[in-house]
Structure formats: C-alpha cells, structure tokens
C-alpha cells in the first residue's frame, strides 16, 4: 500500500531529475555496502561465538566425566 502512495506522489510532484534519481540510488547502494558488511562482520562473530560454545561444553563435559570416574573411584574403595 505505501509502495503504491509512493509511486502515485512521484506523479503528483512530477518525476525526479535524473542526477537526483542516480544520487539517491548511489546513497541506497552505499547504505546496502554497509549493511552487508555489518551483517557479515555479526555473522563472522556468532560463528566464533557458536565454537566457543561448543568449545566449553566439550571441555565441562570431560570434567563432569573426570569427577564422574574420580567420585565413583572413591565410592567404591569405601
């Protein structure tokens, strides 16, 4: 609905200069650039994030395991 609001005031207020239209196409394809590199940059940081992650479960998982065995040792020596 608002595409069409603003498709119809480009005809009310008459078409855009050319120069206008490329300047506003250049400022959006910088503004694009910019977000794609943020997107990418976020998307960099939550894979580091999702090994590290992966990294400590891993790690609590082999000291669970090690005082699991160490606790059973001491239970069955008792």
Same mark, same amino acid.
């Given at each position: ?10 005809? %009310?207020?008459?078409?855009?200069? @050319? ?7 250049? +400022? ?16 960099? %940081? @939550? ?18 395991? +090690? ?12």
């Amino acid at each position: 609905m608002f595409v069409l609001a603003y498709v119809g005031s480009f005809f %009310r207020m008459g078409l855009p200069d @050319l120069p206008e239209v490329r300047a506003e196409r250049d +400022v959006l394809q910088a503004r694009m650039s910019e977000q794609a590199l943020k997107i990418s940059s976020l998307a960099a %940081r @939550l894979e580091l994030q999702r090994h590290n992650a992966e990294a400590l479960a891993h790690d609590a998982t082999s000291q669970l395991s +090690v005082q699991l065995h160490d606790s059973l040792a001491e239970v069955i020596r008792i």
